[in-house]
């Protein structure tokens, strides 16, 4: 039987990061690659996924909008329940891998280390949004958050309202992110300031490690 914390037979990984960390190229390599092994998986992302959450997703970032701490929070959860419950589980349920870009670590840096909500209510508030699916692999891209942004600005990218945020406000979420990392086995934390093919040579070797793990 396949040891994992969802208990399905499909794995669920997830990429954790500053703004600009890599999450998204990272994600494309490694899918490239596993795909080319013969493994495919559904890729998913944050906030965003099924319709539903792709509009949440437009007003969350919105910088345009005015939008409170608890309202963001909400609409995050709102768009991670459907996420979980249209996407996420039924593709775990049919042995499906599921890789999703940002996930409830999000939640946890952003929502209570960045915007200082407090602790409890929201890790609980969240468990009611997943259903208590946690990630079997969690993939932190660590970075200097100036990094992240100094790469984002050389992609030529608008900034969206969370980015939009002070460097300090960044620099709580990197914080959060290295401390939940630092509590739990789930997480792999790769230095983001690395050389781009070793991390993804990192990223693939472990991944294959979890997906590949006896069933
Ligand atoms: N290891 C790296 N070294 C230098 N530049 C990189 C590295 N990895 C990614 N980049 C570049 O940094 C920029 C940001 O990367 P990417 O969009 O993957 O980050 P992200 O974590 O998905 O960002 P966001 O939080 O905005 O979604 C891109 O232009 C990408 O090509
Ligand atoms: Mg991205």
Do not use: W
């Amino acid at each position: 039987m396949k040891s994992c914390n969802t208990g399905f037979l499909g794995s669920f990984i997830t990429f954790e990061g500053v703004e600009g960390a890599g999450k998204s190229t990272r994600c494309r390599k490694l899918i490239r690659s596993l795909e080319r092994s013969g493994i495919s998986v559904l890729h998913t992302r944050e906030p965003g996924g099924p319709p539903a959450s792709e509009r949440i997703r437009s007003l969350l970032l919105d910088p345009e909008l005015l939008v409170s701490p608890l309202t963001e929070l909400m609409l995050y959860l709102a768009s991670r329940a459907s996420n979980v419950d249209l996407v996420i589980r039924p593709a775990l349920q049919e042995g499906i891998n599921v890789i999703c870009e940002r996930y409830s670590d999000a939640t946890f840096a952003y929502q209570i280390g960045g915007r200082g909500l407090p602790e409890k209510p929201v890790k609980d508030a969240d468990s009611l949004a997943t259903g208590g699916l946690v990630p079997d692999l969690t993939i932190l891209l660590d970075l200097d958050p100036e990094e992240g942004f100094a790469r984002l600005r050389r992609q030529g990218r608008e900034k969206d309202r969370i980015e939009l945020e002070k460097i300090s406000f960044h620099r709580r979420v990197r914080q959060i992110y290295l401390e939940l990392a630092s509590m739990e086995a789930r997480y792999f934390v790769i230095d983001a300031a690395q050389e781009p093919d070793l991390q993804d040579r990192l990223i693939e070797n472990r991944v294959m490690s979890i997906i590949l793990r006896q069933k």
